[in-house]
């Protein structure tokens, strides 16, 4: 599969671009592809470091009347992927929830490092908050969710929101997330080669996200090691077997039901890291998150 996407054997050989340009092949390679929408409107939002482009998908089920909604953000470890190489997750996600998901095409390092992305996330959803009902979007049936790096920044944003009182969000959707980049857990020493992400990609994925020096303890960057996890919204983690990242996705579902946060937790037998981006040759990607979709869409009502 990932030779299909033309994706190199040692990822340290890539420069961020080429690693764009493979992660594109690659999803167009194994996505699935025209998955039936009702709409999609591409917009570009005033971001704090420039034109900060968004797609809206609206599911035909929703058409114009009001809906429950979701920020989005796509993972590539803040260096790679956009909103092109998760669309048909986004599509896919959009209709099983019945909300129309705002998917975010934040900066991305090394142009744009650490906390650049940060920044356009939580000024995204911040937006989407504050014209909801423009947006057709019921504002107290909002959610965030994101994969892999971007369900850090979901996660991150949640924790942002609740400390600056706002804005407020009823739901994070994390799928396979990165939450502790301080430490490694026994997934990611066990899980560390062959299983698509590996610790090379995710070492060099670092050395362009993060300064030299930087704390990896930051919440901002490891949501893990915030010192509260009450009052954060509702939660459906989502983690994959043979996933590298799958202890700290676990972990962080622990500290939340630890913290009285209501959490729905599960770990997808037989998956690897990044199965939900590749619909159009893992069949069971789509029934997972059609699941996924269906829970949201019950707790949003």
């Not at 690693?19 to 704090?48: F, H, S, T």
């Not at 909002?142 to 924790?159: E, F, K, M, N, P």
């Not at 980049?181 to 026994?186: C, G, I, P, Y």
Request: hydrophobic fraction near 45%; proline fraction near 8%; glycine fraction near 10%.
């Amino acid at each position: 599969m990932l030779a299909a996407g033309g994706m190199p054997p040692r990822v340290s050989q890539f420069t961020p671009p080429k690693m764009r340009q493979a992660m594109l092949r690659l999803a167009q390679a194994l996505d699935i592809k025209a998955v039936p929408i009702g709409k999609i409107e591409n917009r570009d939002l005033p971001g704090p470091g420039g034109p900060l482009p968004v797609r809206i998908y609206t599911p035909a089920a929703v058409a114009e009347r009001t809906s429950a909604g979701m920020v989005y953000f796509h993972g590539g470890a803040g260096v790679f992927c956009s909103i092109e190489t998760h669309e048909g997750l986004c599509r896919m996600l959009a209709n099983a929830s019945d909300c129309r998901i705002i998917s975010v095409d934040y900066r991305l390092a090394p142009e744009h490092p650490f906390p650049a992305a940060v920044e356009d996330s939580y000024f995204a959803m911040q937006w989407a908050s504050q014209d909801a009902l423009e947006l057709c979007i019921d504002p107290a049936r909002l959610a965030v969710g994101g994969d892999s790096a971007g369900g850090t920044l979901a996660a991150v944003i949640c924790q942002l929101a609740k400390q600056a009182g706002g804005p407020s969000i009823a739901l994070q959707l994390l799928l396979c997330p990165v939450m502790d980049l301080s430490r490694e857990s026994e997934s990611r020493k066990s899980l560390g080669e062959g299983y698509f992400l590996d610790r090379a990609t995710l070492a060099w994925a670092v050395s362009h996200y993060c300064a030299p020096g930087q704390d990896m303890a930051d919440p901002r960057i490891s949501p893990l090691c915030a010192p509260d996890f009450s009052g954060l919204p509702p939660a459906y983690v989502h983690t994959a077997e043979f996933d590298p990242l799958g202890d700290e996705g676990r972990a962080y579902a622990e500290a939340l039901r630890s913290a009285g946060v209501p959490v729905q937790f599960t770990c997808h037998e037989g998956m690897i890291h990044h199965f939900y981006g590749m619909a159009g040759t893992i069949a069971y990607a789509q029934a997972a998150i059609a699941e996924a979709g269906a829970a949201v869409k019950a707790a949003l009502g």
